[in-house]
């Protein structure tokens, strides 16, 4: 607040040193007003070199916590506030979060064999989406139907803003689990930014799926031949 204050004030300064037609005081004014800038912008520099040392021992803290998940596949945000981990070992999925780097880490601890539904989702569309056969219709809602490919000439329609992977897990209290791959401003299909989000979440996809179809296969009944 107080290198707001010095900016705005030496800005009004530097205006009085062009309004005032006394040549002795435009020049006070103008030193004034030049020697205020300076030290606020010191300032700015100074808090914003400080805060971003800060973000990143954060940053770090948080990414290392994670990373002390048991885990033998993991994939963690770029701002180290959520990670998706997979333990094959102990056959559990992990989805830990916190809302803000200060803030407690909250994990959420899933067994293989509770999962029943992963769905890859375009600003609340459906693209991909892999379910247990055994269950009779999607718990993601009313039969998602999965989006048909675009037509390249709508510029709008080719623009997303988020992409997420919804997971359906055996839990009441939380049942439908988000892990958000990309979360920004519309963008087209074709920057790499959008590409390379998509990769990560086919391939995270492809790893749920084949876990959900893995117990699915060992739910199937045998029959005792005679």
Same mark, same amino acid.
């Given at each position: 607040?107080?290198?707001?204050?010095?900016?705005?004030?030496?800005?009004?300064?530097?205006?009085?040193?062009?309004?005032?037609?006394?040549?002795?005081?435009?020049?006070?004014?103008?030193?004034?007003?030049?020697?205020?800038?300076?030290?606020?912008?010191?300032?700015?520099?100074?808090?914003?070199?400080?805060?971003?040392?800060?973000?990143?021992?954060?940053?770090?803290?948080?990414?290392e916590e994670l990373m002390a998940i048991p885990h033998t596949h993991c994939i963690i945000s770029?701002?180290?506030? !959520?990670?998706? @981990? &997979?333990? $094959?070992?102990?056959?559990?999925?992990?989805?830990?979060?916190? %809302? =803000?780097? #200060?803030?407690?880490?909250?994990?959420?601890?899933?067994?293989?064999?509770?999962?029943?539904?992963?769905?890859?989702?375009?600003?609340?569309?459906?693209?991909?989406?892999?379910?247990?056969?055994?269950? !009779?219709?999607? @718990? &993601?809602? $009313?039969?998602?139907?999965?989006?048909?490919?675009?037509?390249? %000439? =709508?510029? #709008?329609?080719?623009?997303?803003?988020?992409?997420?992977?919804?997971?359906?897990?055996?839990?009441?209290?939380?049942?439908?689990?988000?892990?958000?791959?990309?979360?920004?401003?519309?963008?087209?299909?074709?920057?790499?930014?959008?590409? $390379?989000?998509?990769?990560?979440?086919?391939?995270?996809?492809?790893?749920?799926?084949?876990?959900?179809?893995?117990?699915?296969?060992?739910?199937?009944?045998?029959?005792?031949?005679?």
């Amino acid at each position: 607040m107080k290198t707001f204050f010095l900016l705005f004030l030496g800005t009004i300064y530097l205006l009085l040193a062009n309004a005032v037609e006394t040549a002795i005081f435009s020049r006070v004014y103008f030193l004034i007003g030049l020697g205020l800038v300076i030290v606020g912008v010191i300032r700015y520099v100074k808090e914003r070199s400080i805060y971003i040392s800060w973000l990143n021992e954060m940053q770090d803290a948080s990414e290392e916590e994670l990373m002390a998940i048991p885990h033998t596949h993991c994939i963690i945000s770029d701002d180290c506030l !959520s990670a998706l @981990l &997979l333990n $094959e070992p102990t056959n559990t999925l992990f989805l830990a979060s916190r %809302e =803000d780097l #200060e803030e407690e880490l909250i994990k959420k601890e899933i067994p293989f064999n509770k999962i029943y539904e992963v769905a890859i989702v375009e600003d609340e569309m459906y693209i991909a989406r892999t379910c247990n056969n055994y269950i !009779s219709s999607s @718990l &993601l809602g $009313e039969n998602p139907e999965i989006e048909e490919d675009l037509d390249e %000439e =709508d510029s #709008e329609d080719n623009k997303v803003s988020q992409l997420t992977l919804k997971i359906v897990a055996d839990n009441l209290s939380d049942p439908i689990l988000e892990y958000v791959f990309m979360d920004c401003e519309p963008i087209s299909r074709e920057e790499d930014e959008y590409q $390379e989000a998509l990769e990560l979440c086919e391939e995270w996809f492809q790893k749920i799926s084949v876990i959900i179809k893995r117990y699915e296969l060992e739910r199937v009944p045998i029959r005792h031949w005679q």
